[in-house]
């Protein structure tokens, strides 16, 4: 599909800003993240989640993260139910109460590779599955994914957003694992394709030159020219964003609104927050240069989407 029409329909999932909205109708996102060594990467993930529109973000991150991320920003919600000395099962039904009120979660924005807070996790995906969640997983999630890819495997609700270092690994981990036979690598749409097929036909964001959205059967290219300087963090603000486009999706399920095939929404929302994301950094870097940093960010994600 052109791109022009993809970002078309794109826009057409946007949750409109009526009189008559009560809070959270414009879209409630859970960030599920955030350890001891890192505290900046849910909060990129939050507030970028709310700086492209919607109403509410719930971030869920370890005790040990809780009281530096609440000093960032009194718009933050913020709940310390990644707790390894807790009961599972006891953080199983706090995600289960939780997840009721969510459009959407975002998995991985600084959860580190600690294995309880990866089994944490992955029972958080189970508990947003058993919701039926738009799911985002990035960073951290996917390494859980790449050890255990059934965790996502068939949920053609979850976006994957692997950098070309973490694409790699996954494509490793379906062969090694034998979910495919083999990933052919000369073609990147193909092997996108391959990758998504491989996972039950979850679809794949990847991240590089241009972004690469792929299921199955169909491939999307969001080549909107980005900034050049390389800092860390980018990546969650893609995360936010798309956690906030696919609670926008829900909405737009919710609304009765059925031009756009469910099945389709994945790769819509997608790429309306590479889009986005793309277009923030541009702008910051056309402003910062060489100094940008991804805080110097926050600010232009309203000025990329009015553009």
């Given amino acids: 599909?052109?791109?022009?029409?993809?970002?078309?329909?794109?826009?057409?999932?946007?949750?409109?800003?009526?009189?008559?909205?009560?809070?959270?109708?414009?879209?409630?996102?859970?960030?599920?993240?955030?350890?001891?060594?890192?505290?900046?990467?849910?909060?990129?993930?939050?507030?970028?989640?709310?700086?492209?529109?919607?109403?509410?973000?719930?971030?869920?991150?370890?005790?040990?993260?809780?009281?530096?991320?609440?000093?960032?920003?009194?718009?933050?919600?913020?709940?310390?139910?990644?707790?390894?000395?807790?009961?599972?099962?006891?953080?199983?039904?706090?995600?289960?109460?939780?997840?009721?009120?969510?459009?959407?979660?975002?998995?991985?924005p600084g959860l580190g590779r600690d294995p309880k807070l990866q089994n944490l996790a992955r029972v958080a995906i189970e508990e947003a599955r058993a919701?039926?969640?738009?799911?985002?997983?990035?960073?951290?999630?996917?390494?859980?994914?790449?050890n255990d890819p059934k965790t996502v495997q068939g949920y053609k609700r979850a976006v994957l957003t692997p950098n070309v270092v973490e694409f790699g690994r996954l494509?490793?981990?379906?062969?090694?694992?034998?979910?495919?036979?083999?990933?052919?690598?000369?073609?990147?749409?193909?092997?996108?394709?391959?990758?998504?097929?491989?996972?039950?036909?979850?679809?794949?964001?990847?991240?590089?030159?241009?972004?690469?959205?792929?299921?199955?059967t169909e491939v999307a290219i969001s080549d909107i020219e980005g900034g050049l300087k390389r800092c860390g963090g980018q990546g969650d603000l893609l995360s936010g964003t798309l956690g906030t486009f696919l609670a926008w999706a829900q909405r737009y399920k919710e609304r009765g609104l059925t031009e756009i095939p469910e099945e389709r929404l994945t790769l819509v929302a997608a790429y309306g927050a590479s889009s986005v994301t793309r277009m923030t950094s541009h702008i910051g870097f056309e402003r910062m240069g060489r100094s940008m940093l991804t805080h110097d960010l926050l600010a232009d994600i309203g000025t990329a989407y009015d553009r």
């Fill in 1 to 108: 599909m052109a791109q022009r029409s993809l970002l078309q329909q794109a826009k057409a999932i946007i949750s409109p800003l009526l009189p008559e909205f009560h809070k959270g109708q414009a879209g409630r996102v859970g960030i599920l993240g955030g350890s001891r060594e890192y505290t900046g990467a849910p909060f990129y993930a939050s507030v970028s989640s709310m700086r492209l529109g919607c109403d509410m973000s719930f971030t869920f991150c370890s005790p040990e993260a809780a009281p530096a991320l609440k000093t960032y920003s009194p718009d933050l919600i913020v709940q310390p139910l990644l707790d390894p000395e807790e009961d599972v099962e006891e953080v199983r039904k706090a995600f289960r109460g939780t997840f009721e009120r969510l459009h959407s979660l975002v998995v991985g």
């Fill in 131 to 146: 919701a039926e969640l738009y799911l985002v997983v990035d960073a951290d999630g996917l390494w859980l994914v790449q």
């Fill in 171 to 216: 494509c490793d981990a379906m062969v090694r694992l034998w979910l495919t036979q083999n990933i052919d690598r000369k073609d990147p749409n193909k092997t996108a394709q391959l990758l998504s097929e491989a996972l039950g036909g979850v679809t794949i964001l990847e991240k590089g030159g241009v972004d690469r959205i792929a299921t199955p």
